[in-house]
């Protein structure tokens, strides 16, 4: 995670990266790059206490097959939770919150075939989980075949979207991979749970 000013904004800008998350009851910037991999954006809307997550995978059954079924592998229900906790913690409520989705785009054309349906599941976990947690979707900018660089601010509501087109930078590519990778071994180990804090 790394913290700078930002002239654009006038204000902290918080980046984040795949397996991360931030929550701000501050009026702060947060801002990713996603291809295949999913932002969700969420805020209580009277308190403007929000955050974003940055995930790869929605849970076990999209790992590739032989990747074993653990907890590790279910990074999208814990990235989301990780989010509305921290808006709870902070003294946000369940019932005042919205969301905004970006990314799931398929970027990835090397990707083993069973990695090809990632973004696709991913989009279908996130509005599975809103609609269970009855958590409105306010906006969202989803699939297709470009990258995105997103820019939220949690205490206003406002998120700005570049897409990158095709190909996306080779360096959010390499993360991307980088990340799969890891979620891919480690789903293979029983034993193990990962998490960011």
């Known amino acids: 995670m790394l913290r700078q000013y930002s002239p654009r904004f006038k204000r902290p800008l918080i980046t984040i990266q795949a397996g991360e998350y931030y929550v701000t009851r501050e009026d702060e910037a947060i801002t990713t790059v996603l291809g295949s991999c999913v932002s969700v954006c969420i805020r209580d809307t009277r308190l403007g206490i929000g955050g974003m997550n940055h995930f790869m995978l929605p849970g076990d059954q999209n790992a590739c097959p032989g990747a074993g079924a653990s907890d590790s ?31 799931g785009g398929h970027v990835l054309a090397r990707a083993p075939s069973c990695w090809q349906n ?80």
């Open 73 to 103: 592998a279910r990074y999208g229900m814990y990235a989301m939770e990780l989010v509305i906790g921290g808006i709870i913690k902070r003294g946000g409520g369940r019932g005042h919150l919205e969301a905004k989705v970006f990314g």
């Open 118 to 197: 990632v973004p696709r599941a991913n989009l279908e976990f996130v509005r599975r989980f809103l609609a269970l947690e009855e958590i409105p979707l306010a906006s969202h900018d989803v699939g297709g075949n470009c990258g995105r660089k997103v820019f939220y601010l949690p205490q206003s509501g406002k998120a700005f979207i570049k897409r990158l087109g095709r190909p996306m930078s080779p360096e959010a590519l390499e993360r991307e991979e980088a990340f799969r990778q890891r979620a891919g071994r480690a789903a293979k180990r029983q034993d193990l749970t990962i998490f960011e804090d």
